[in-house]
């Protein structure tokens, strides 16, 4: 223990690589201390308070979470209603933000500006107006107007993003396709869209990811004919132990951890860093 000596530790580091490594150490405990805590709960068969560590491992409370049928629903409901938006999102977001990159006019810059209106005050009075139009269209309790709240959420990642990544194609490139006898169609499929499908794809995975997480609309608006993931952990925070909620949030954790593997893999490390550059 003398090796951690605070005084040895600063003579050995110098001032400067001695603060360093301390504000670095601090945040890798904030930043993975609660995941490492989440991680060691959710394969803990008891625990007890003051005890630091578990002192019994196992699966325990993974078996108990998948004997829940509620909470089976709840997660097929999460990635179905994920899915869905993440589509309908593209089809009706993609087109717009192609018509945002390529034309101009007046009002353009607010109108993309009110994108971020939305995510800059809390959400429950635009809910709260949601919830009145959907009450006059049927809508509330069900999944169709739960989708809508989804993709109204995640619009800002499906226009600005893929925005961006189509006003980095030089429109030569399609004037040349139109030049040689490409229609438009044609020519958006085979020249345009290509080249900007990493936007589009870092764009589809906050989508998604944000729909799974999306809890507050979901409450309202479907609750409670539609569950999810999300609007289930305030139950399972409540009525279950401590170990079962970790569970429920690694269940949560992985298909994020899924998702950036896969995207990475497949579009290479650099696609976060040319996907959402705006």
Known sequence: MKYLNPKRLYHSFGKKYFFETLFFAIFLLFFYGPLINTFMLAFAEQYRVPNVLPTKFGFQWWVYIFEQDNLIQSMVNSFLIALLATILSMLVCIPAAYALARYEFKGKSF?????????????????????????????????AGVIIVHILNTMIFMIWIPSSSFQKIHIQQEEAARDVGAGPFRTFFKITLPAAVPGIAVSAMYTFLGSLEEAQGTLLVGFPEIKTMATSMYGVILDYPP????????????PTIILLLLCRKIFGKDLFSGGISL
Do not use: E
């Not at 500006?113 to 809508?139: D, M, V, W």
């Open 111 to 143: 109108f993309m500006f009110s994108f971020l209106l939305s995510n800059a005050f809390p959400k429950i009075g635009l809910y709260t107006a949601l919830g009145i139009l959907f009450y006059k269209f049927n809508l509330m309790g069900t999944l």
């Open 243 to 254: 170990m079962a909620g970790a569970v429920f949030s690694l269940i949560l954790i992985i």
